[in-house]
């Protein structure tokens, strides 16, 4: 019984330290220099996305609308069409875990449990956004308005791809 306990474990730790080496090797995705969270908050429509286990319900119609509150904490809004249909929305709160640039978020739609929100890139009027998260297990591509110019998605694949996302997971997501 020692022996298979002894060995989960050593294998379990060398799981640990190959995840490890590999968040060492490729690095952190990085953020963008600054975010002007009053210029942020409004209304973003998804155009496309990584899938996720909390949208797989989502046939369409993805929207997300950030609010800033008077405590510094921001109200986030997210809503989508079901394949019948129907609206639905999730009502959660974000905060900056980063202060020198406002880049990093951590939000939960369920306390005490926070995923990440980085910024990774933003257009230069806050038109487009590019998000994912630190193990880069997310990505979310969003526009001010419900399509995108080829030209910009393009754009900001490549910067994903640069930054270590697997860009082939992205699927594009049905506006009205």
């Known amino acids: 019984m020692f022996r298979v ?11 640990v330290v190959g995840i490890s080496k590999d968040d060492k090797k490729i690095g952190k995705p990085e953020v963008v220099s600054s975010v002007d969270l009053s210029r942020y908050a409004g209304r973003w429509y998804e155009i496309a996305r990584f899938p996720n286990k909390f949208q797989k319900k989502c046939a369409g119609g993805v929207a997300a609308t950030y609010e800033l509150r008077k405590d510094g904490k921001i109200k986030v809004i997210n809503e989508c069409r079901k394949p019948s249909g129907e609206m639905t929305r999730a009502t959660g709160t974000a905060k900056v875990a980063d202060k020198a640039t406002n880049a990093k978020l951590k939000v939960t739609f369920f306390w005490p449990f926070y995923g990440d929100y980085w910024i990774l890139d933003l257009g230069p009027n806050y038109e487009y956004a590019l998000v994912g998260d630190s193990k880069r297990k997310y990505l979310w591509i969003l526009s001010r308005t419900q399509e995108m110019s080829n030209e910009v998605y393009e754009q ?6 640069q930054q270590g996302f697997d860009v082939g997971r992205m699927v594009r997501t049905q506006q009205p």
Do not use: P, R
């Not at 306990?5 to 799981?15: G, N, Q, R």
């Open 5 to 15: 306990v002894a060995i989960i474990l050593i294998v379990a730790a060398t799981a």
């Open 156 to 161: 900001l694949i490549a910067k994903a791809k």
